[in-house]
């Protein structure tokens, strides 16, 4: 089981849910199942499986689920359904709801040359099953975590003492570097100092577009702040390769999922 | 240290910060500053203190924010202040953000009797944290989780075969009992089986209104569904004692926090 | 990340993989090719997405691999790449040896209307990697634990008091309920009490073909005990639903892969 | 939850607390009331509110509790009361052990300049809790792990081949880095390499005087060994900045609480 | 590993050991000997094993260890030996201690029938190491947790009704149930109603000894309250069957113990 | 408790038995009996304390069990005995399967100079079980992890650029260090610069007669790759210090034990 399931498995159930064990017998059977109560993109089915070991999904993640639609049901124990029904929940319709806003950033680039990058702010536990999730909806994951790719960010420039040296001090990588470039000197250092994949932040998508006429192609541009779903057509028209937004993942809002439990 | 925290550092850091490592020497030291880019009410300070050791914190949670504040210094090893960095934002952004949500839906109902209550839609992982925010943002906690209070909902009245054999399976208990009735019968039946808390989901202001007439403070009153932002104040005036919203913890925005990293 | 994935890194890991961090430097990118050493049925390609973020995928689960073809590439950091090599091939090496005992069982049952389910004789740890697995050869899942369904053993008759009265204490589920039973007594008492699958362990071929006419489809047979990849066709030719054999996963032999680094 | 209270749940009930479930209903609700029988300074409340979810505290962590006071009230189910209290009284007794014992050191140098730190000799699993119970108790913390502090012992210096050398290995810092010394002339060789925290172990309270005469202000300086109550006075008498002693959190005793269930 | 000891790593070593990693190359091999103090009983070796991998142990749990004997030296790189001192101090002083301590009990009622029992009185997560140390200083374990044997105590017989009642409830046990009984009038009830063991509370040796006549060999007698290494041996020769004592295992003081590195 | 047994409970468990909560009251006690079905070594007996808190082991690790032979009892709640049954089983077998074929490993080179190592190709979780279970079995456990020793395989030969840079590398190591090779020329390079342990891989036994011979005693041998039971020997034979097999922990069949439940 994925460690963020149990985790709120046991916030939610600790001691035992007293409700239920008090109201139903251990051996009753019953079915449920996840009803959308609005349009959206499914994510997080997998998360389903865990939580109760065979289900049987109508629709797979990606794809769009109408209002009313039945999405999946599970037959099993009644105790078993109705004690995980809240985690179920919580689980669906927040992947869903990254699912849903990935699909509406993507649909807004549509026809540019330019993708959108999800980021790295994700809710804290669920890295691996929102990157799925916003992939599920159409956009190009970015980096996992700190450990899968080299992105020297300002932070790292300072603490390194520059551009030049921070780029002497992962030369040994022999794959593209990506890096955060702050001022027109910054920019023309990495260039010279070998960057492959340059990072700009906070530019206004005019900005943007006068930095990529600079950079002539002698390097991947992405693009990051202030990208949301009004602005991400205006910032994907500028010419950058990229743009990334974290609204994807921490700000989407869940969506409305109901659980219909039947006896049988 | 919080097992979601952990996690979150697991799946961020992994195999180890591959930048950091080759930019920044083990004993460099820094300072790193959090600063409010927006006003907003404080939360997730604990996960701060657990994440550095120690901190020092100018805001408390619960205490707001104003636009480019710094609220907490932290002075450490340059890579231990930049490997963290991310995680750190991630939880205080969105706990922050619970806060924020909470304290504008208490000041919503303002002036009436009526409370608002948190619900278990929560962030997998983060119900303790998403608890203490929603209440330092000045809302009241329902039950924390399956474990601590007796509720029944209709899947658990489904199940045990009716109103009136739900209320009686939990009679041992001698504190109050909360049932959730969805008709004017299961209202009545419930009334006179000795159920104190009554759930109402799913009504229009105006219906609750009606029903809370009817019961005639015979039963303590919560409303639920359809609650957000815009609604709350009409349904916080039908004399209803409660009003509950998933929305404070599934669908809060994160607030925009920067942290500075100073070389010292 | 799965838990068993990140046992499985800490005990090998520990407190760092010293060979690799003193011959190669963190910047250093490399790509890592996995290659079949033998033809197998590929599972577990889930947990190499989990240890490097971003792998590129030639196969997928249940897809046999020929003897020499490379069915994954990697490209990261080579201390990333170098330090998960030998917990990536263990869990792949031991999935895929499950998935191809599963292949092999599925082909000897073919053309009779048996079909071959696993068991909880699983790896510890590794339920749902071997479940999967065992799907990915073609074998039907059985109940994934104690939680999911209600299978009734010699040794829960003899605590219930006997079949009559085991069958009683599960009378509520109104789902089909699995009795073992063990003498033809017991056969005729779960039968007029309501049992509606029936498990048959350790009789042979014959003793089970001579069961089975009795039952006379009155409930359906599970066969399990002495049941290998030389006996399976046998016991599927006996008029049985299902037979089971723990083989599957507590014996599969894992099977040859090796890992090849390029720098590049 | 913290993951230590997840652990000592997980140990004491395992299985299943038989005894409470088969002598008490599901549904029965209590009242439990922590009571102090001897005098104490309180510390670990946050672990009843992990446990209980909701608890009413009479005092806080740091205040002092007399004979016979209550200091903490929570109602809830009565299978949750019972099935926790004796984890709830092993964390609670330690640390409040942990805060007495901290506040009569605190107490032992009053109306010195010295102050008194803790160590890192505290109880595996209960860094962050034995931390802050000492804080309660009107300690100073020392660094809280390996990670968020440069101390040289002794075991260092032998490693880096001498004083001067484990001095530059540390020069990238630019925050104060202690250094342990045994010898004048380890002294005198830290000193001249810029060490700004220097720590004397094992000395007596006469040779420690002589030892910080020769300092003299041109550094901070810790004593540790051999102090406890009896002798911390003799020692934060010598001039020294600070001393540190294991016995807070390696050697208090458990305090005296009674757990009392009242039904209601 | 056990849960315990990487709760234990991770709080100390959190994001690294800045100063290890700073002074020692991550290749440089070393030798560690852990030397005996004081005299004192040795436990929680398995812990070492853990920690390091291999090591070698002159002296096993169970055994005394003179003042300045080496009883155990591990092999292998500095930093590993550097970074783990402190962890693995922290558990074999601990462990050690109560081990000692468990020695001391026993020794006290040498020559009576009477035995030491521990409690589950244990620090949080270490439930089974101690029980395991106590048991190498020579006394008896009682059961584990809740989950492992039947103690009903003033609690259970409040919440149950009535020493009667909660004796019944328990009817279906085969095996002995221990039950506490605090006035005479509940132990004439537990000895009409089949208890077979009696735990009686708070008693004086006085007290106990004229309960103990009573009783006259009807069911077994354990004494638990104000047992110390002062009263133990007056509480033995009341003719009890046990005596229990949390001190053995909440109030332990950890022996003293150092870690000598030596460079090869 | 170790982390890979709370994994298989958790996983196997899930939301609770409910076949034996159907079946079986909280209080009833019973006795479960192993028994082994075929001969074989036994392992893993620390797992079955863990399980049950007490029980009574008839035979130790490293002991041969007879066909029939009863080799542990243990007392206590059924309901804890039958839901812990398929997890204690899934673990003695496959240790005790781990531990017989490192006992045919062992007999197979009897008389030889050469010993068997294990390897780290070891079940996901288990590595200090399977590797206490080899040695039960009576062969010689190689190094624990990547931290515990250093060994330089061809991948990080390649990653530091050839034999002599990652000898270099290393040099600060005063330990062994082994390092593999591949070619004559490698071979020399290695003696040169002051290897002292080398690993050939996947030579035939007269291939490695005659490198050992060239080898003249100038390093340890280690032999590896294409090593079983057949031909075991004929490398043991070689002159060869060790052989390694990963066929001991990566393919052990688990043996056939069977528990007997007795009411009481």
């Known amino acids: 089981?994925?460690?963020?399931?149990?985790?709120?498995?046991?916030?939610?159930?600790?001691?035992?849910?007293?409700?239920?064990?008090?109201?139903?017998?251990?051996?009753?059977?019953?079915?449920?199942?996840?009803?959308?109560?609005?349009?959206?993109?499914?994510?997080?089915?997998?998360?389903?499986?865990?939580?109760?070991?065979?289900?049987?999904?109508?629709?797979?993640?990606?794809?769009?689920?109408?209002?009313?639609?039945?999405?999946?049901?599970?037959?099993?124990?009644?105790?078993?359904?109705?004690?995980?029904?809240?985690?179920?929940?919580?689980?669906?319709?927040?992947l869903s709801g990254v699912a849903t806003m990935a699909r509406r950033f993507s649909d807004a680039v549509?026809?540019?040359?330019?993708?959108?990058?999800?980021?790295?702010?994700?809710?804290?536990?669920m890295r691996m099953l929102e990157k799925a999730a916003a992939a599920a909806g159409g956009i190009v994951n970015h980096r996992v975590g700190l450990f899968d790719a080299i992105l020297i960010k300002n932070n790292h420039i300072a603490a390194a003492g520059g551009v030049r040296q921070a780029l002497e001090d992962v030369r040994s990588a022999n794959l593209p570097v990506e890096i955060e470039v702050r001022t027109r000197e910054e920019l023309r250092e990495a260039l010279e100092n070998g960057a492959t994949h340059l990072l700009l932040d906070n530019l206004t998508p005019a900005e943007s577009a006068d930095w990529i006429r600079e950079i002539g192609g002698r390097a991947q541009v992405e693009l990051s702040g202030g990208i949301n779903l009004q602005t991400v057509r205006a910032y994907a028209e500028t010419g950058a390769d990229f743009v990334s937004s974290g609204a994807i993942t921490h700000s989407a809002r869940a969506v409305d999922i109901s659980f219909r439990l039947e006896l049988i």
């Open 1 to 94: 089981m994925l460690e963020i399931v149990r985790l709120a498995l046991e916030e939610d159930i600790g001691a035992g849910d007293i409700t239920t064990e008090s109201c139903v017998p251990a051996a009753r059977m019953a079915r449920g199942r996840f009803l959308a109560r609005e349009p959206f993109i499914l994510a997080g089915t997998t998360v389903l499986e865990q939580l109760y070991g065979r289900i049987q999904l109508h629709k797979r993640d990606g794809e769009e689920c109408a209002e009313s639609e039945v999405f999946a049901d599970v037959e099993g124990p009644a105790r078993l359904l109705l004690t995980r029904e809240r985690v179920a929940l919580n689980f669906v319709q927040r």
């Open 110 to 125: 549509a026809g540019t040359d330019c993708r959108v990058l999800d980021t790295r702010k994700t809710t804290p536990g």
